[in-house]
């Protein structure tokens, strides 16, 4: 992540260097961004670029921190609009992220994410995952829970629960915004997993009894 150089830098040289490094991560894919084109069109030195990140790797976690900074507020306000109601708050998501793409309604935020989405078809954004910090997303993922009436004594649990949601969520997302023919389809798989985890499996059947 950032060094505290870079938390220190005046607030304009600060965002110089962020907007150069999302127009290089949002024109050409991760693997082909150049670390020499973001410092040229920030104006600063690779002197300097390397005392604020350890490198591109670095850089581009920390941009995805930001895009799920955005995405947590979205998915709060949808938790509020569904009244708490944590499954019916990720579908909504779901269907409000492809609703403002088709009509050309993107935040600036989600604009990122579909580029990104877009141009990395071949990149694992698990590979990033731990730019997520663990214990802030289990408080979150705890509070979550509980506003929709689920209560879970270990936070790591939470964190397990909210994980899984964003796993399911986020492949039926990328695979809609990269193939927009698999919307429906998607969005039918996505609310049959959700069905699963809000009813669990039935239990096995002991050998010898017949199914009701």
Avoid at 58 to 87: C, I, K, N, P
Avoid at 120 to 145: C, G, K, R, W
Wanted: aromatic residues 10%; neutral net charge; charged residues 20%.
């Amino acid at each position: 992540m950032p060094s505290s150089t870079f938390f220190n830098l005046p607030e304009a040289k600060r965002q110089r260097l962020l907007d150069a490094a999302w127009q290089e991560f949002t024109t050409v894919s991760y693997m082909d961004a150049s670390i020499n084109k973001i410092i040229q069109n920030a104006e600063i030195s690779r002197g300097s670029f390397y005392q604020y990140f350890s490198g591109k790797q670095d850089l581009f976690a920390y941009l995805l921190q930001t895009l799920f900074q955005s995405a947590r507020e979205m998915f709060t306000a949808q938790l509020t609009v569904h009244g708490s109601d944590l499954f019916a708050a990720i579908l909504g998501m779901y269907d409000l992220v492809l609703w403002r793409k088709s009509k050309c309604r993107r935040s600036l935020a989600q604009t990122r994410i579909y580029q990104l989405i877009r141009l990395n078809t071949e990149l694992d954004l698990n590979e990033f995952s731990d730019v997520l910090n663990p214990s802030l997303v289990a408080q979150d993922a705890h509070a979550l829970l509980e506003a929709s009436g689920y209560v879970l004594q270990e936070r790591q649990q939470c964190f397990a629960v909210i994980q899984m949601f964003i796993s399911i969520c986020m492949f039926a997302l990328t695979d809609a915004l990269r193939n927009p023919e698999h919307e429906q389809r998607n969005r039918q798989l996505l609310e049959q997993q959700l069905d699963i985890i809000r009813r669990g499996l039935p239990r096995p059947q002991k050998e010898g009894t017949e199914p009701c």
